[in-house]
């Protein structure tokens, strides 16, 4: 009489656990639907989020990849010296490319870039005060200030220039935001598994009794455990699925009605495919995941009866 | 087979349930336990299937003492004794057919086995037209024999009630008596706390009165003994 | 007082636990409802404070038809009557104090009467020195008794108790029979439904038997009739 | 007896509706713990985002406010003609402030916003190819657009320039943000009243028997929701009290380790006082409406017994 329980489950108690799972879902009709409301609204959050932020991150990817480094060179500075300071320059490892400008190519950007004041300026074309210049870009923007500080060290160089002003700022800007991004998804996702987990916690709390019952007719915690494991898996798998439907559905309109209208260079979304169905996965994953945690969790504090 | 000794329970409020119990039950015996209010039975049982751990003493089933059974083995202790609670614990979600399919199915029987046996068990209290209803939509005693019937469904070596009469009219009572003398004829001991004069005192069995948390009265073929 | 006119009460589920009731109890009467297990006495009792509606016919307590009465006026029949339920139905999170005070609280009698009002009943069911603890903390008669207590004590004008002596020892229960013929001699209307031969046989009272929903026997200083 | 109940209360039984309400709070520990955990943990997140986008929202409206509109004056145009567009340009309701800035300020302006192409171009100073101009701030930086049009069509306006192309961008982009972030908190803060209150129905969900009881007991629906309400209300408070404490710890700790580094121009906080309080006092009031809220809204349902 005293021998341990096997741990070996056959295959018919797994059917029973499987079909005792699903039918504790209708049984607790109004926990099960307010679990999974809690479910569906915690990942509508997390899913609006993901697609918001990794969209911003793209963008922020995409701006700060158009800032180059800008090397002016010394008007004194022979062809020789040019040829040198490339050589000396594409030795960087950070570099990505590196690109020729010449005195004339140098106005007409400048001109181009100031709008009204330039056209007022094309009078001074043939005094042209300015010097040629190597455009460079690294492969990660982020050391950009690094590259330049070291490019400006280098013979025949008179000026070193990254972005104006405004896009420095931008830079730095976007920096912060990337962090305050991924650590509100974070903070997002874990509050979401909290709040999950804590919400199944409090309805199989309020089956603790049904739970003792159980314990006291014979059956094993693993017995108890697994309808609880497949519920809480149905529970988030169908929290997911109204979030998922909305991400899917409002991504698809935003994309289209964005794809057409650039209105600003860098605001363009994400292309739809894939990023949605890798978006939808992370939703099931984790609903799932915590449907399964949360409900596996709160049964073991009941199973010490 | 149960044997007790020197069991003491305090429960946590203070309370001293039991204290002194010396008792000795054999395999296949049948044994009354009688006395007034809050006098311990229930908790003289409930430390049989370790519901509660004694505070002192040894409480051993076959030899082996129950308060030092592992985590893992209490579910095979349990299996092995039938209990009708005074308080009947059915699970509320499932429906008569399913609170005494689930002592077979915690014991992983073929589902085959399992419908015959709770038909026939519920047979057997009188309730198979009621197998599909939840316990909620049954009377006091219906749900009493239906505590019944799952406690009796896996044939176990050992039955333990606690007042399995309280809500069951005289005829009833009767019908359920002879249902536990059968289980008992099996080798099954029995072990039944009541506060049934007339049963008692017309089927004669071991009578083990406790009064106050202590055994007052250890007979064989003893009466109720206590005057209405 | 308390009036059916060929009352059926069908459940959700579809089973008739009552039709074709036609009763009348008088103000101060002591009315014993005895038939056998799932006969319908819990349904006939629950129609009276309005558990349950009655599906056809009429419900009558002071000539007001219970089944019509507001949502707003139902707490004020309930208040004149006092309830044993035959599971009790304790609030597991109150002390016994306050499970009896609860009855008190909610007509909005003063502090100081509440105090000595529940002191008083719990007192005369023998639990003044169980106030503080929790119903799980009770032996099942003990708990019935609470549930006795919390009945009597705001002095109702009718008293029902569902099985209220189904898990006391003799003795207790004669105690609780005295208390009910005290309360009944104060005039108020005493309904009980019972399993109890004894006592049916023994305190003889007016007997209204119940079988498959309908009422078979209304005899006053009946006996329980059913043989053991 | 089929009297009805009045419904004017003794001050004895506020008390005891009271008395009832913080006791349920510690009676029904665990499951009290698990819906004031679910209210601590999203108004920790509310509070949060009301932090970050109350100030990035300020801080975008700074940079707004930095966008002033150039309206370049005809060389043609004499002192008369300029007065009179003055006059004109202020008659404008969406102008706040107006300034004249002559061909050598412009210039000046120029080149030091050029850096090392400005000093290259010192040696055209003689040349001086500028307009003056006049430097317009609009009241709402929303109007810029607007305005600039207006101003465009008036004589003696050679052009109009708006920020450069940068600002332009970062403009539009902080405007979507900013919509993004008010949607955000208010999705947030909803999704918060949704998750506490379906919390408390769960508890009291879990505790619809006792309801029905007390119904049978001859407690009128109004007795029973009072310490309900009560019971809310405390656990709303209660559930408010860490995340408070940590919005001005936080913001606290943040602001004054911020303070002196303004290494980026616009990236400055809000300031500490009152701006804490504030944001406390919110988190305060949603914790306690949604918890009295979510609770009677709950105990509704079970009345009906
Ligand atoms: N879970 C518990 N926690 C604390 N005290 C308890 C608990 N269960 C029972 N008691 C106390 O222990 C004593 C014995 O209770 P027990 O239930 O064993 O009595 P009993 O003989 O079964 O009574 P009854 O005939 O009324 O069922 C009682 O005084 C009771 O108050
Ligand atoms: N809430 C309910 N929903 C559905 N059916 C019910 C409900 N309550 C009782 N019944 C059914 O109504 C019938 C009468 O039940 P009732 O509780 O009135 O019997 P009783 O005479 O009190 O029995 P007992 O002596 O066992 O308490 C039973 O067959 C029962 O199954
Ligand atoms: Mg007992
Ligand atoms: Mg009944």
């Given at each position: 009489m005293n021998r341990e329980v096997t741990t070996v489950m056959k295959a018919r108690t797994l059917k029973r656990h499987l079909r005792e799972g699903s039918k504790n879902?209708?049984?607790?009709?109004?926990?099960?639907?307010?679990?999974?409301?809690?479910?569906?609204?915690?990942l509508i959050l997390v899913g609006v989020f993901l697609v918001i932020m990794l969209n911003l991150n793209e963008m922020s990817e995409k701006v700060e990849e158009d800032v180059q480094i800008r090397a002016f060179i010394d008007i004194a500075a022979n062809q020789e010296?040019?040829?040198?300071?490339?050589?000396?320059?594409?030795?960087?490892?950070?570099?990505?490319?590196?690109?020729?400008?010449?005195?004339?190519?140098?106005?007409?950007?400048?001109?181009?870039?100031?709008?009204?004041?330039?056209?007022?300026?094309?009078?001074?074309?043939?005094?042209?005060?300015?010097?040629?210049?190597?455009?460079?870009?690294?492969?990660?923007?982020?050391?950009t200030f690094d590259v330049a500080k070291k490019i400006k060290s280098f013979d025949h160089v008179s000026s070193v220039e990254y972005g104006n002003n405004v896009i420095q700022k931008l830079f730095t800007f976007n920096e912060y935001?990337?962090?305050?991004?991924?650590?509100?998804?974070?903070?997002?996702?874990?509050?979401?598994?909290?709040?999950?987990?804590n919400t199944i916690k409090i309805t199989i709390m309020a089956r603790s009794e049904e739970i003792g019952i159980m314990k006291l007719v014979g059956a094993t915690n693993g017995f108890i455990r697994w309808p609880f494991f497949i519920e809480g898996l149905l529970m988030g798998i169908l929290g997911s699925i109204v979030p998922i439907i909305l991400v899917i559905g409002g991504y698809y309109y935003l994309y289209e009605n964005m794809k057409d209208r650039t209105f600003v260079p860098f605001f363009e979304l994400i292309p739809f495919s894939p990023f949605v169905w890798q978006v939808s996965l992370i939703l099931l994953g984790i609903g799932a995941f915590i449907g399964v945690w949360g409900s596996v969790m709160s049964v073991r504090k009941f199973l010490k009866v | 087979m149960i044997e007790m000794k020197d069991v003491q329970k305090t429960y946590h409020n203070g309370v001293t349930a039991l204290q002194g119990i010396d008792i000795k039950v054999e395999q296949g015996e049948f044994v009354y336990v009688v006395g007034p209010s809050g006098a311990g039975k229930s908790t003289f049982i409930r430390l049989m299937y370790r519901e509660v751990k004694p505070t002192n003493g040894e409480v051993l089933i076959n030899n082996h003492n129950v308060a030092k059974l592992k985590e893992?083995?209490?579910?095979?202790?349990?299996?092995?004794?039938?209990?009708?609670?005074?308080?009947?614990?059915?699970?509320?979600?499932?429906?008569?057919?399913?609170?005494?399919?689930?002592?077979?199915?915690?014991?992983?029987?073929?589902?085959?086995?399992?419908?015959?046996?709770?038909m026939d068990v519920l047979d057997l209290v009188n309730l198979k037209n009621k197998a599909r209803f939840k316990p909620a939509e049954l009377s006091g005693g219906e749900q009493q024999r239906v505590a019944i019937a799952r406690a009796i469904v896996n044939s176990p070596k050992v039955m333990i009630a606690d007042e399995p009469t309280g809500n069951l009219d005289p005829d009833t009572s009767w019908e359920i008596m002879k249902i536990f003398e059968e289980v008992n004829a099996r080798g099954t001991t029995v072990i039944m706390a009541t506060h049934s004069k007339d049963i008692?005192?017309?089927?004669?069995?071991?009578?083990?009165a406790i009064e106050h948390g202590r055994v007052v009265r250890d007979e064989q073929r003893g009466d109720y003994g206590y005057e209405s």
């Open positions: 879902i209708l049984r607790n009709g109004w926990m099960t639907f307010a679990s999974v409301a809690s479910v569906t609204t915690t010296d040019i040829d040198a300071l490339e050589k000396e320059i594409t030795k960087l490892s950070e570099i990505s490319t590196i690109e020729y400008s010449s005195k004339e190519e140098e106005l007409e950007n400048l001109m181009s870039s100031l709008g009204a004041d330039g056209e007022a300026m094309a009078m001074v074309n043939q005094d042209n005060p300015l010097n040629a210049a190597f455009i460079i870009k690294t492969a990660d923007p982020m050391d935001a990337r962090y305050i991004g991924i650590g509100l998804i974070a903070a997002l996702v874990l509050t979401a598994a909290f709040l999950i987990s | 893992k083995e209490i579910p095979m202790l349990r299996r092995g004794i039938g209990v009708v609670y005074q308080d009947f614990k059915l699970l509320p979600a499932l429906t008569v057919y399913e609170n005494v399919s689930f002592a077979l199915e915690v014991i992983e029987d073929s589902p085959k086995k399992i419908r015959r046996k709770v008692v005192d017309t089927l004669k069995k071991r009578v083990i």
